[in-house]
């Protein structure tokens, strides 16, 4: 079957940096997606790889190993705003989108 | 620019009863999606729809129904509720399936007693 693992929840420090990692097993890779939600709101694009390597976005940035099946989101110069979750999904060979369960990260002053 | 609008935005029903939930979009986005989420579990895909007059079955499509009858609206509907489904329901969508990063509306949350 089609599986993303992430951590279920992270705790980080106000200012610090801190990555949430995401494996998947999919039939099958056209991209992988990070998404930002903040409790009770719909989730918003944060990233998409599709290429090994590192992309970068202000304080955030993803990674991406297509041979290890591991991605990998950095936040840095963690601010309060960043409390949210944070949800990995690929797209798979049928570009179906498979998401994972998310993480919460808890962000500490 | 308004996006994606769901409505209602929250709602309790009896078991037994029939619900649609409404979903437009104002982006001529040729995808759209329905998905469910709850506690522990990733979002999980209802029904998607490639483009007007076409609709498919996603994860967890028993006991939903959708139409598209045109671009901009892809309602969702519940036949005969059951608790089960209750649930945050996210209605979604892209430039094509597949492709391009996902809209979300503000999503619609349903309590089924």
């Known amino acids: 079957g089609q599986n993303i693992d992430q951590p279920t929840e992270m705790t980080a420090t106000e200012g610090a940096i801190v990555q949430i990692n995401c494996t998947y097993q999919t039939s099958g890779f056209n991209g992988l997606f990070w998404y930002q939600q903040h409790a009770g709101e719909a989730p918003t694009f944060l990233s998409y790889?599709?290429l090994d390597g590192l992309e970068e976005k202000g304080r955030f940035s993803s990674f991406l190993s297509r041979s290890k099946g591991y991605s990998y989101l950095l936040l840095k110069e963690l601010q309060m705003k960043d409390s949210a979750s944070y949800l990995c999904a690929v797209t798979d060979s049928n570009y179906q989108l498979i998401w994972g369960a998310g993480t919460k990260l808890i962000i500490k002053p | 620019t308004a996006g994606i609008t769901q409505a209602p935005t929250s709602q309790i029903l009896a078991a037994g009863r029939s619900m649609t939930l409404r979903c437009t979009q104002d982006?001529?986005?040729?995808?759209m999606y329905w998905y469910r989420q709850d506690l522990g579990l990733g979002l999980r895909l209802i029904h998607y729809?490639?483009?007007?007059?076409?609709?498919g079955k996603g994860e967890v499509p028993d006991g939903y129904s959708v139409s598209r009858a045109n671009t901009d609206d892809f309602p969702l509907t519940l036949a005969s509720a059951v608790p089960s489904q209750t649930s945050v329901y996210f209605c979604?969508?892209?430039?094509?399936?597949?492709?391009?990063?996902?809209?979300f509306g503000e999503g619609s949350r349903l309590t089924v007693l």
């Open positions: 790889n599709v």
């Open positions: 982006m001529r986005h040729n995808a």
């Open positions: 979604a969508s892209s430039d094509s399936i597949g492709a391009g990063e996902l809209f």
């Open positions: 729809s490639n483009t007007a007059g076409t609709t």
